[in-house]
């Protein structure tokens, strides 16, 4: 009895170190991402990518954007040196979820792009995966006038 009781114990107590392993810290990645802005842009806000372990396809915000203003949108991934994002495709879609700017041209993923808008209103800030090993990331969305 007192054998089963161990087995049982360990097998609980690997299967918790496991999920620690995996977990994605995309608060402390998403914050790491602010310095990807440019200089000449301002700090708005950040976004957390947690794709928990590639069993989410998709993670999506949406965020009132201002006509006549210029955004600059940066990921940075888990793990990632540089412009690496670990597969992290982010896309912007207007009200109408009509795609206007994307981080995906031909064939490359970037580690971000600017937008100037042209129309004040609600757009959507997707983030997909494609071949990503981590699929944790953080982004920053900055503004210029």
């Known amino acids: 009895m007192k054998h089963i009781s161990i087995i049982i114990l360990l097998f609980f107590s690997l299967g918790f170190v496991g999920r620690g392993l995996s977990q994605c810290d995309s608060n402390q990645i998403s914050e790491a991402s602010i310095k990807e802005i440019p200089n000449d842009y301002t700090f708005l806000k950040t976004f957390k990518i947690d794709g928990q372990g590639g069993s ?3 993670v999506e915000y949406s965020y009132v954007f201002s006509k006549n203003t210029n955004y600059s949108i ?3 991934a888990l793990g990632a ?6 597969g992290i495709i982010v896309s912007m879609y207007d009200a109408k979820r009509h795609q206007v700017a994307t981080n995906f041209v031909d064939g490359n ?3 971000g792009f600017q937008y100037p808008c042209s129309a004040t209103g609600i757009y959507y800030i997707t983030f997909t995966f494609q071949n990503s090993t981590n699929y944790c990331g953080g ?6 006038r």
């Open 56 to 58: 989410r396809e998709k």
């Open 74 to 76: 940066n990921i940075s």
């Open 81 to 86: 040196e540089g412009s690496n994002t670990d």
């Open 109 to 111: 993923i970037y580690s």
């Open 139 to 144: 982004c920053a969305l900055g503004f210029k």
